[in-house]
């Protein structure tokens, strides 16, 4: 069998042309596109996360505002933040770096960020109309596995799919997404009882979950699509939630790196002139 190797670049090199048309049409009415990246702390990750972004941003014509503040912000601190990037006319869409310091609520703050300027569904107003169907608008990984999927022809009209993981940002979200594209969701996660049994009847697995080649071979049937979105370093490499091995059993796979975060970073721009 052979297996498809479901590269991100492609599908978010698809995206480049119409965003940056919009930026540059923008920019024509007098308005630079901006995007303010908010980081809280030292955390590696999302220090890389937010140059990665910058640095995206300025290649498709706009501009990103770094606001940096110490890890031993105040909630009402950082709240102030976030409420004066709300009220300045100049930017664009918001993104606080999650996961926040420890001492700090991720939900009260993303609640935070207005709805209009709120580039990753981190408002819950904007979460309940994305929930209701009212509003396209999920979170940008979500978004990506789909647009993944969609590129690579995955069909999922009354397919299995089994998502690892339930946070709000994935898991939650981007089960909701297959369930509208009309496949039978299962969402699992730490208190999962028999998780195998269940992703072995799976078409398609999205794993979600943060914890290293967590998924093995014998967890899934013959032909499985995956779609790996964990990002996890183990001895200075990054690696996914899927064993490599599994590959051998899959039709279709995402691999880490250069699966779904090159595509969710893409989505966060294309969420950024949605709110032009
Ligand atoms: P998270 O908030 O930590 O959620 C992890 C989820 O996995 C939780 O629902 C948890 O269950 C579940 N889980 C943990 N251990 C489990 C186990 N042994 N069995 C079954 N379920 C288990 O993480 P997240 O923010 O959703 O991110 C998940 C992964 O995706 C991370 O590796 C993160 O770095 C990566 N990520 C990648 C991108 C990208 O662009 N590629 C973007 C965001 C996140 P409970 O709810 O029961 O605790």
Known sequence: METLLMQGKPVAEKYREAITAKIAQARLQGRTVTLAIVVVGDDPASHVYKNRLMKLITSLGGQAKEVLLPEASSEAEVLETITSLNQDDTITGILPMMPLPAHLDDAKIGAAVLAAKDVDCLNTGNQGA???????????????????????????????????????????????????????????????????????????????????????????????????????????????????????????????????????????????????
Request: proline share 5%; glycine share 8%; aromatic share 4%.
């Open 130 to 276: 994305f929930l209701a169907g009212h509003n396209p608008w999920a979170a940008s990984t979500p978004r990506a596995c789909m647009a993944i999927l969609e590129h690579y022809g995955i069909e999922l009209t009354g397919k299995r799919a089994v998502v690892l993981g339930r946070s709000n940002v994935v898991g939650k979200p981007v089960a909701l997404l297959l369930l509208q594209k009309n496949a039978t969701v299962t969402i699992c996660h730490s208190r999962t009882k028999n998780l195998a049994e269940l992703t072995k009847e799976a078409d398609i697995i999205v794993a979600a979950i943060g914890k290293p080649a967590f998924v093995t071979p014998e967890m899934v049937k013959e032909g499985v699509v995956i779609v790996d979105v964990g990002i996890n370093a183990v001895d200075g490499k990054l690696v996914g939630d899927v064993a490599p091995q599994v590959v051998a059993k899959a039709s279709a796979f995402t691999p880490v790196p250069g699966g779904v975060g090159v595509v969710s970073n893409m989505m966060v721009m294309e969420a950024l002139t949605r709110m032009l």
